[in-house]
């Protein structure tokens, strides 16, 4: 029997015939439509990298952009790296934005292409003049850390200015921490928190860590336990480690929230499963938290760091008894040789 054909819902729509006809824009909007599926388009992300192919072929720089992130993606064709960084070069040279940023983004990370911070923070530069914001907080971060050009900490804190205000998660993280230390702005734990809580409020796991130290400590506004171990809860549960040390430290301190040392427990495994450092000094053998469970409780599940238990508390006392015994052994025979030595 044969396989009933499954007619194009795209097949009558204007854009659609504009596309068979070789419009490239047409072609681009159409590929979109395929890749992303509308309720009445079914996604077919292979039919869409057709259509955006045919436009990008005809030179269209945004769906060159498109293709390049297809394929470094693998959306609807085999992920290949250096397919895309031709895609995103042949955007950029036409001076796309978006191309720029995929570029640049390439070379800083090695994707597809030799790592090259020097020619990532001039792409970075191209796309950021024209108001990508992705790239002024990138552009920021370059200045921040050295990447391909000199650490210049009142560049960075300009660069992520721009974007922060244009309400850019990444870039409010960026600048609050600037406020924060004091780096390339005057010191101001207000401004701080301020730009912290604009983006932890988007759901940026590691502005929402900051912002809930900020609570735990009183730093740049109202000390506030539970608004900390809120926060906090937010980022863990989103696997940011130090979020996750924090709802530790929150548990076993009884900040925000009752005290619970299994609870707290819990937290810094994750945390230390993920390399947190603070965390693993909690779990560390001799810590309180490392004793937990000892005598029948549950077992820590991160095994590196579980602590041998002592099978009860009678050794522990026969041990402190005997060092006693010892101790006033060496007292008496420290006496005793005394003694003789002024009777000599």
Known sequence: MPTPVVPDPLAKDPYHMAAERGDAN???????????????????????????????????????????????????VPKDEVRAV?????????????????????????????????????????????????????????????????IDL????????????????????????????????????????QYLQRAAEQGLAEAQTKLAYCYLSGTGVRKDPVQAATWY?????????????????CYQHALGVCKDD?????????AAFLGNAEAKKELAPGTTLAMINASGGSQVAAAPFKQPAYENHTLLQIELVGAIIVLLMCVRLMIKTSRGNKEE
Request: net charge neutral; proline share 2%.
């Open 26 to 76: 047409a072609q681009n909007y159409i590929g979109s439509i395929y890749i992303m599926g509308t309720p009445e388009v079914p996604k077919n992300e292979a039919m869409g990298v057709a259509w955006i192919t045919r436009a990008a072929e005809q030179g269209l720089a945004d769906a060159q952009t498109k293709l390049a992130y297809c394929w470094v993606k693998g959306v609807g």
């Open 154 to 193: 009142t560049q960075a804190a300009g660069w992520y200015r721009k974007p922060a205000d244009a309400g850019f998660a990444q870039a409010q993280e960026g600048l609050g921490t600037c406020y924060m230390i004091g780096a390339g702005v005057r010191k101001d734990e207000s401004k701080a928190a």
């Open 233 to 249: 809860r937010r980022a863990a549960d989103q696997g940011d480690a130090k979020a996750q040390y924090g709802m530790g430290f």
């Open 262 to 270: 299994t609870l707290a427990q819990s937290w810094y495994q994750k």
């Open 86 to 150: 031709v895609w995103y070069r042949k955007a950029a040279e036409q001076g796309d934005a978006k191309g720029q940023y995929g570029l640049a983004f390439c070379y800083a990370h090695g994707i597809g292409i030799i790592k090259d911070e020097g020619q990532a923070y001039t792409w970075y530069c191209k796309a950021a003049h024209q108001g990508d914001l992705e790239s002024q907080n990138a552009v920021g971060s370059c200045y921040e850390y050295g990447h391909g050009v000199p």
